[in-house]
T-cell receptor
Framework: GDSVTQMEGPVTLSEEAFLTINCTYTATGYPSLFWYVQYPGEGLQLLLK?????DKGSNKGFEATYRKETTSFHLEKGSVQVSDSAVYFC????????????FGAGTRLFVKA | DAGVTQSPTHLIKTRGQQVTLRCSPKSGHDTVSWYQQALGQGPQFIFQ???????QRGNFPDRFSGHQFPNYSSELNVNALLLGDSALYLC????????????FGPGTRLLVL
């Protein structure tokens, strides 16, 4: 079945460090891929998305490229800030007629000043 | 412009009881999806409603049912509650089922004792 696997956390980095959170997926058809973020005390919100192979999604300095050959959608940021501390979820969206979004288990990121 | 709203914010029930959770979509949105998020896990897709019909369903038993009203608001009903139903229930809305971007509500936290 359709699934998303992302690296376990927590991930702890110092400010200005480089971030990578790995995400791989299994899906039939051609899913759209997403990264969502959940900041402390806030609701889930879309960070970035990519709808087809080789698309790059980007937002707030974060980037992820849809790699069909490796079924991956790794999240990267060149220089993290304390304010990036949150839980990050990789997700895919599949379906016809109606659509369902499948989430990974989440990766908690702590950024130290 | 109000975002996605959910009620109640918190709820405590006992095993075997029934519960109804409510969701009002963001203005202009006509599609509602429901998710269950257990503590420390990613959201799991329950079902999606569009034009008052269930369009897609995840791997949840028939104890989980829903409804969408003509004003696009939605209810999630859970019968015969189990301890394992304790979770944060999230509602997300979008415009049409195919739209990539979903907006999530703050959730209803359900505790089953």
């Amino acid at each position: 079945g359709d699934s998303v696997t992302q690296m376990e956390g927590p991930v702890t980095l110092s400010e200005e460090a480089f971030l990578t959170i790995n995400c791989t997926y299994t899906a039939t058809g051609y899913p759209s891929l997403f990264w969502y973020v959940q900041y402390p005390g806030e609701g889930l919100q879309l960070l970035l998305k990519a709808t087809k192979a080789d698309d790059k999604g980007s937002n707030k300095g974060f980037e992820a490229t849809y790699r069909k050959e490796t079924t991956s959608f790794h999240l990267e940021k060149g220089s993290v800030q304390v304010s990036d501390s949150a839980v990050y979820f990789c997700a895919l969206r599949v379906g016809t007629g109606g659509f369902k979004t499948i989430f990974g288990a989440g990766t908690r990121l702590f950024v130290k000043a | 412009d109000a975002g996605v709203t959910q009620s109640p914010t918190h709820l405590i029930k006992t095993r075997g009881q029934q519960v109804t959770l409510r969701c009002s979509p963001k203005s202009g949105h006509d599609t509602v999806s429901w998710y269950q998020q257990a503590l420390g896990q990613g959201p799991q897709f329950i079902f999606q409603y569009y034009e008052e019909e269930e369009r897609q369903r995840g791997n949840f038993p028939d104890r989980f049912s829903g409804h969408q009203f003509p004003n696009y608001s939605s209810e999630l009903n859970v019968n015969a509650l189990l301890l394992g139903d304790s979770a944060l229930y999230l509602c997300a809305s979008s415009f049409r089922t195919r739209t990539e971007t979903q907006y999530f509500g703050p959730g209803t936290r359900l505790l089953v004792l």
